[in-house]
């Protein structure tokens, strides 16, 4: 294209004004959505920010890439934890010393598991925790990797849950863990409930409540499949993050969501549309199926909004 540079590999970026491209790229960075194997430019009169993840918005553009760190080994990010692939304690030393953001790497021991989907882990370098405090969009976590399900990767997708809302809503949070959905969709809800069956992850939820000042999530510690008996008023939307088992929850969810309301339901899939059948046991409303984000090679994570009909 005349007058364009070429800079490099094609990627995802969001083009922002040059005066709003700082605020923007350390929203960015706090949200894990700014990929930092690239370099941001400037085009014309803009900035482009590169990302890791979907962001409404975003558009193709070149970038160079920052050059690699070698010695560095790979591993994801979690507030002040490294977690590595490798059991590898020279590797986490490096990579504790290259960030000042940093306090301990961890490797795990186990794969995601039981029913409170946790994880065990070796501590590699820095200090001996699993804890630590997460930012997504301007809101605080505190997190125990070891104690109570956290994944950043989904701070995307409850900010498009969040601007699908109406304000004054009330939702339901069935798996709510430490309240990532619970506490963002609250900027809008006039109520959320969040249940959790795990003591730990209800008792980080309670913390997580204050911590961002919120006063309109009520926590609860209880099985989702229990939740009808409880005499809660239909909600208007109703939030399903247990992918490998949130399926057989539907009825429950469906029985507790008003007719027009949205359910949301996560699933693991490896065919477009493998819950729709037993989505259509439960409702004919009108159904969207997206892929949130990739599992494992030919796995994907699937988000079905289900808009309820009597
Ligand atoms: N929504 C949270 C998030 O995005 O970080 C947590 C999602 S995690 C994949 C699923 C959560 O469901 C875990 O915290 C687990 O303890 C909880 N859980 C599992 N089975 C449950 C059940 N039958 N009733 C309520 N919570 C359950």
Redesign the pocket.
């Known amino acids: 294209m005349a007058g364009v540079e070429s800079v490099g590999e094609e990627h995802w970026c969001l083009v922002v004004p040059k005066q709003e491209a700082e605020e923007r790229r350390r929203r960015l960075l706090e949200a894990g959505l700014l990929d930092r194997r690239y370099r941001p430019r400037q085009e014309g009169d803009t900035v482009l920010l590169p990302l890791t993840d979907g962001v409404p918005g975003a558009v193709l553009r070149e970038f160079e890439a920052v050059p690699e760190r070698p010695d560095l080994p790979r591993h994801e990010i979690v507030g002040g934890i490294a977690i590595m692939q490798e059991n590898d304690p020279a590797g986490a030393g490096r990579l504790l010393a290259s960030r000042p953001s940093l306090h301990t790497v961890l490797f795990p021991e186990t794969p995601v598991e039981g029913?409170?989907?946790t994880r065990r882990f070796a501590v590699l370098a820095g200090v001996p925790t699993t804890r630590t405090r997460v930012t997504e969009y301007g809101l605080r976590f505190d997190v125990d990797l070891s104690h109570?399900?956290?994944?950043a990767r989904?701070s995307t997708e409850r900010q498009r849950v969040l601007a699908a809302m109406e304000e004054g809503e009330r939702v339901l949070?069935?798996?709510?863990?430490?309240?990532?959905?619970a506490v963002t969709l609250a900027r809008k809800a006039d109520l959320v409930v969040a249940?959790?069956?795990?003591p730990a992850?209800v008792h980080l939820l309670v913390e997580n409540i204050t911590l961002n000042r919120v006063n309109n999530v009520v926590p609860v510690l209880?099985?989702?499949?229990h939740l009808p008996r409880y005499g809660f008023r239909p909600f208007d939307r109703v939030?399903m993050?247990?992918?490998l088992?949130a399926p057989r929850?539907l009825p429950e969810a469906a029985a507790l969501c008003r007719d027009g309301g949205t359910i949301h339901l996560y699933a693991l899939e490896e065919q477009d549309w493998e819950y729709l059948s037993l989505i259509r046991e439960v409702t004919w409303g009108e159904v969207i199926e997206r892929r949130v984000r990739t599992y494992s090679p030919g796995k994907w994570h699937a988000v079905y909004d289900i808009t309820l009909e009597g």
Request: net charge negative.
């Open positions: 029913e409170y989907r109570a399900y956290f994944s989904l949070d069935m798996f709510a863990g430490v309240g990532p959905f249940a959790d069956l795990n992850a209880a099985d989702a499949g939030i993050n247990l992918p088992a929850f």
